[in-house]
């Protein structure tokens, strides 16, 4: 028969044993616990170091692209003095773009915005480069004309009459190529008070009802008068087209690409100067305009003429 005391002392020795089991496993569990957390934590980390990799890759592309395209607005050269202008408000927007890049290189979103108005501003390029070379062989081909005809006249005073039908000829398809020109384009964030007789000025996104558009028409000789249609596009701070809605009723061409407008209006232009005024409604009433820069085109005859931007706090 077991002795009482040797009976309990077993009974305490399995207590323990149990005890340091337990011990034992749930120490194993916290192991496990941790490294899991640990492999969690480092794959993690491994994803944010890709992330900002990519980022600075995006950041080297969007520089890269935005020095080419500075050095060819460099390159573009005119004599017409409002193209001139607009030449000039360019390669100073590119400069600033530039800046940014540098300064919010580690920015995924602000990167991809600046991607997005390198893009636009290559596009805009593309149409002045044909309109720099619409001018070159017009003029080209005003002197070469020119020329011949005073050589004639020299000889035959009696053609005359045959050199003004050529001329009225040429200032024909002068008319044809030509493109309305704008200036003095402005934008402004506006809201309506007085039951919306009167119109506040404001630049805080959330007070913003409409983006009110103004330019100047400049007297133009070569353009056919009549009635025109101008399209304002608008892109907003996150890369998209603010338009009333995504169909095909308010989708137009420019620059040899399609799009949806945020506004349009039929101009009765008489080959005089002339001021528009437009105004961009958001989608919705109770959409809110979002912050940041909002970069604005005016577009005629399938060719963006103007441009400017509208920042929004």
Not at 69 to 80: F, H, R, V
């Given at each position: ?17 149990i005890?340091?089991?337990t ?28 992330q ?21 607005y460099?390159?573009?050269q005119?004599?017409?003095a409002a193209?001139?202008?607009e ?6 927007l590119?400069?600033?773009l530039?800046?940014?890049?540098e300064?919010?290189?580690?920015d ?25 070379d619409?001018?070159?062989?017009v003029?080209n ?15 035959e ?8 039908q050529?001329?009225e ?16 384009v402005k934008?402004?964030?506006v ?5 919306g007789?009167?119109?506040?000025i ?11 558009v ?8 070569l353009?056919k ?7 304002v596009?608008?892109?907003t ?7 009333k ?5 308010h989708?137009?061409e420019?620059d ?10 039929t ?12 105004y961009?409604?958001?989608a ?5 305009f ?10 005629a ?6 441009s400017t ?5």
């Amino acid at each position: 028969m077991d002795n009482p005391s040797q009976a309990a002392g077993d009974k305490k020795r399995n207590r323990s044993h149990i005890l340091y089991l337990t011990i034992i496993f749930l120490l194993t569990c916290l192991c496990g616990v941790l490294a899991w957390q640990y492999w969690e934590q480092k794959k993690r980390t491994e994803q944010t170091v890709v992330q900002i990799n990519q980022v600075v890759v995006e950041k080297d592309n969007v520089q890269a692209q935005l020095l080419d395209l500075q050095e060819q607005y460099a390159q573009l050269q005119t004599s017409d003095a409002a193209l001139a202008k607009e030449l000039d408000e360019k390669r100073a927007l590119i400069a600033q773009l530039l800046e940014e890049a540098e300064k919010h290189k580690n920015d995924a979103g602000i990167i991809a915005r600046l991607r997005k108005e390198t893009e636009t501003l290559r596009k805009i390029m593309k149409g002045y480069i044909v309109q720099i070379d619409s001018l070159n062989q017009v003029n080209n081909t005003l002197r070469a004309e020119k020329k011949e005809v005073e050589g004639q006249l020299s000889v035959e005073k009696d053609k005359g009459k045959v050199l003004q039908q050529e001329k009225e000829g040429l200032q024909g398809r002068i008319d044809r190529a030509s493109l309305l020109t704008t200036l003095n384009v402005k934008a402004v964030g506006v809201r309506f008070s007085r039951g919306g007789k009167k119109e506040d000025i404001t630049n805080k996104a959330k007070r913003v009802e409409k983006i009110r558009v103004t330019f100047d028409v400049a007297e133009n000789k070569l353009t056919k008068a009549g009635m025109k249609d101008v399209y304002v596009r608008i892109m907003t701070p996150d890369g998209k087209e603010l338009t009333k809605s995504a169909d095909n009723d308010h989708m137009f061409e420019f620059d040899g690409n399609k799009g949806f407008y945020a506004a349009k209006k039929t101009i009765d232009y008489s080959n005089q100067p002339m001021t528009v005024l437009v105004y961009a409604s958001k989608a919705k009433e109770d959409d809110e305009f979002v912050p940041g820069k909002y970069i604005i085109e005016i577009t005629a005859d399938k060719a963006t003429i103007g441009s400017t931007t509208l920042v929004l706090e």
